[in-house]
T-cell receptor
Framework: AQSVTQLGSHVSVSEGALVLLRCNYS??????LFWYVQYPNQGLQLLLK??????LVKGINGFEAEFKKSETSFHLTKPSAHMSDAAEYFC????????FGTGTRLQVFP | GAGVSQSPSNKVTEKGKDVELRCDPI?????LYWYRQSLGQGLEFLIY????????KSGLPSDRFSAERTGGSVSTLTIQRTQQEDSAVYLC????????????FGDGTRLSIL
């Protein structure tokens, strides 16, 4: 069965600092992987997706993620955090339905 | 509108009542999904439609939950005889198709059972 694990339910960074949100996947076949962001009282917004075309995937709002098969990882990064990045982030694997990780809440301090 | 639309945005009802939640997917999206988001359980898959058929309803928690989709478009999720543990945000998503297509989410219906 496919699954994802997000390490760290809360991450805090200073504005301008590097953001690193961790996601590891388990899959017996090449996976479709996604990162979604959720702002308070809103639905999920797609940040980026991995579909095997390239291992480094660029998304919206300056985020990117690198697929590393050897580490079964798909970590999300952003070089410089902005206050508006404060939200909850979900990693997911698609098996026709989305299987989500437990989410990481990102806080950004001024 | 261009996005997935869900109604109502908030619903408060008494235990034992039936509720209906509605989802209007993005035009042209053949696949439609329902998920539930709650504090204790995170984001859970409920049911998936391809057209009007539901090839996967494995996430429906009990026979009090049912869903239908008509005309390959609007879907309704019905919860009968609501219980307090049904309190959650119910999210609908649609995509061009299954198999890796990105899913686009509505803002959800926040259901509170008193």
């Amino acid at each position: 069965a496919q699954s994802v694990t997000q390490l760290g339910s809360h991450v805090s960074v200073s504005e301008g600092a590097l953001v690193l949100l961790r996601c590891n996947y388990s899959s017996s076949v090449p996976p479709y992987l996604f990162w979604y962001v959720q702002y308070p009282n809103q639905g999920l917004q797609l940040l980026l997706k991995y579909t095997s075309a390239a291992t480094l995937v660029k998304g919206i709002n300056g985020f990117e993620a690198e697929f590393k098969k050897s580490e079964t990882s798909f970590h999300l990064t952003k070089p410089s955090a902005h206050m508006s990045d404060a939200a909850e982030y979900f990693c997911a694997v698609n098996t026709d339905k989305l299987i989500f990780g437990t989410g990481t809440r990102l806080q950004v301090f001024p | 509108g261009a996005g997935v639309s869900q109604s109502p945005s908030n619903k408060v009802t008494e235990k034992g009542k039936d509720v209906e939640l509605r989802c209007d997917p993005i035009s042209g999206h053949t696949a439609l999904y329902w998920y539930r988001q709650s504090l204790g359980q995170g984001l859970e898959f409920l049911i998936y439609f391809q057209g009007n058929s539901a090839p996967d309803k494995s996430g429906l928690p009990s026979d009090r939950f049912s869903a239908e989709r008509t005309g390959g478009s609007v879907s309704t999720l019905t919860i009968q005889r609501t219980q307090q543990e049904d309190s959650a945000v119910y999210l609908c998503a649609s995509s061009l198709g299954p198999g890796g297509q990105p899913q686009h989410f509505g803002d959800g219906t926040r259901l509170s059972i008193l």
